[in-house]
């Protein structure tokens, strides 16, 4: 064993691992701009350059606005950290008020949102492990690039399709009555 014609084969498998995930540095203002309608989004570090497939974002949400509507993964964890601001974290059938520093583990299978109901943006690091959210924010652009939609029920409704392919179930129904405004159209 280990000396056939063969043999190279795990070398050279670990070798083109380590090749595709060479450390990465991303500059302030070096990251990749996701066009998506829900809140300014910009892809950090992607799932391929990770050899745990974890994807990086920044999101900046911005004043008085909502953020990701209650949903659940079912593919992938979440994680917040934020940068500044204050987000309200919603998970389940409790609310956080998250100023910088918090953490928060947003897992699969959890019913989860997030809004800000604040005067100033909120700046937050989102790390979501493996699932290919990176898929669903990358189709989401696609759809509504291609066929821009006819209002704010048209992108919400082609989100949710999107969403629930990927594995998620977005549930407006459970938005706060409190904060309902801060996802209306703008």
């Known amino acids: 064993m280990g000396r056939g014609r063969f043999a190279a084969i795990p070398m050279l498998l670990l070798a083109t691992a380590a090749v595709a995930h060479e450390p990465r540095v991303v ?25 745990a497939g974890v994807s990086v974002y920044e999101f900046v949400v911005a004043p008085m606005s909502g953020g990701a509507p209650p949903h659940q993964h079912s593919q992938e964890d979440e994680f917040a950290y934020v940068l500044d601001g204050t987000l309200t974290l919603m998970f389940g059938d409790r609310t956080v008020e998250a100023g910088p520093g918090t953490l928060a583990a947003l897992n699969r299978g959890t019913v989860h ?17 493996r699932g290919g959210f990176e898929r669903f924010f990358d189709a989401v652009a696609v759809s509504l690039r291609e066929e821009p939609p006819a209002d704010a029920a048209d992108a919400n ?14 549930r407006p129904e459970l938005i706060p009555e409190s904060v309902l405004p801060l996802y209306a159209p703008k």
């Open 157 to 170: 409704a082609r989100v949710a399709e999107i969403a629930a392919a990927h594995g998620i179930d977005i």
């Open 113 to 129: 949102a997030f809004w800000n109901a604040t005067d100033q943006p909120v700046r937050t690091l989102f790390f979501v492990s």
């Open 27 to 51: 500059a302030p203002g070096d990251g990749q701009p996701v066009p998506v309608p829900f809140h300014e989004t910009t892809l950090l570090l992607s799932e391929s350059d990770s050899a």
